[in-house]
């Protein structure tokens, strides 16, 4: 495969507009074309493809719908079903019938016209069809956990930066106030000294049995081989497209851990302003994963049985994915209610008005960040190294888990020390020929 990144509309548009000297304007140009009367112009347009409409997809779509300088032109899934789905979203939204649809993404990849993609596939498909997406010249919004394990995160922060796209990891929480309000409370030192951050994630399953095989769909209502891509190969069971692979090993990230644990640890080491480093040991519990970053600051990742109804040890009212920063002279806890939770009462004073209560799935500030950047060519909330560093830790915890020892790790070389098993399962064999 070709390497070389490939020019995309908006670099050739802006590559035009730099030699527009030896270009001739027509002599009529319609209203949108250049931006008036309240349109967006082409050249300020960002086209868009979508990979794997699902509902998690179907949710961040709709945000991004409503953005004036974002046209989504193209939709490719492995299942008719959603498939037309998405297309029925798009098309009632822009009131036409042209949104394209794709079987198989990498058809939609080959569209020079299309700027950007959003990858909202299962776990497994994350890394590859971003690094896929990247050397097709495209800007990625990838929805976490964005690499099915360490090699594949180092692969794809690695791809970014040899490709110069612009990446947005989907821990959309970097960009919600509240969450934001506390991260810049542990910095300012009104905790006083940090010395432990919570991060509640999902009580770790590990599954390494098969369903029951059903007859396999023809390819053009499922496409089981592609929906299967770089995992091992097994029988289809409609439950697994349905949404049913969450947990067994060969799908999933981190024995579900990640599925959390990619936003709140992610938010712990923003708190610990450790963006360019991870926690250096990890030890499982019953009921936790506790780990230490080389400034003594501890990390515990809380499992949580009843993730979505009591959580002993949290306030309940602030929501799903709540993060606690404690210090020696007080704490802060936030989760997705959009509410904020401090102590002593008397730091209540140095709290910022939120703006409004936003949810902790909103998306709409975190896309707009996204398409920004593709525009400034600048650096998003949830880049490459940022995504790489606090996925990395979360992989590191849930390796601790199904090893059940502690791990010590490496942050320079991001490898475990003394422990050769644990380096092994730093990468998984993709099955051909959906190596990337």
Known sequence: MDKT?????????????????????????PAHVLGKNGSVSASEQITLGVIGMGPRCTYDLKAMLGLPDVRCVAIADVQASRRDAGKRLVDEHYQNQDCKLYRDFRELLDRNDIDAVIVATGDRWHAPASILAAEAGKDVYSEKPCGLTIGL????????????????????????????????????GKLGKIHTLYASVYTPELKTSWLHGEPTPPRDVVDWNLWLGPAPWRPYNAKYVAGGWRGYYDFDSGAKLLDWGAHTVDLCQWANQSDDTMPIEYEPSEKNVTAYYANGVKLVLDFLETPFGQRPGWVQDLGTCPVRFVGDEGSVEVGDSGGIVVKP??????????PKKTRGLDVA????????????????????????????????????????????????????????????????????????
Request: glycine residues 2%; aromatic residues 6%; contains cysteine.
């Open 5 to 29: 990144p490939q020019a995309t509309r908006r670099d050739f548009l802006r590559q035009s507009v730099t030699a527009g000297a030896a270009f001739a304007l027509p002599a009529y140009v």
């Open 365 to 436: 500030a975190h896309s707009r960040n996204f398409f920004d950047c593709i525009k400034s060519r600048g650096t998003t909330a949830a880049n490459p190294q940022v995504m790489r560093r606090s996925h990395i830790a979360c992989h590191a915890a849930a390796l601790s888990w199904i090893l059940n020892r502690k791990l010590k790790l490496d942050p320079e070389t991001e490898s475990f020390i003394d422990d050769d098993e644990a380096n092994r399962l730093r990468s998984r064999p993709a099955r051909d020929p959906w190596k990337v």
């Open 153 to 188: 995160c180092q692969e794809l922060a690695d791809t970014m930066h040899r490709t110069q796209r612009v990446f947005q990891a989907g821990t959309q929480r970097r960009s919600v106030p509240n969450f934001q309000q506390a991260v810049d409370l542990a910095h300012s």
């Open 345 to 354: 009462a008397s730091l209540e004073k140095d709290l910022a008005r939120l």
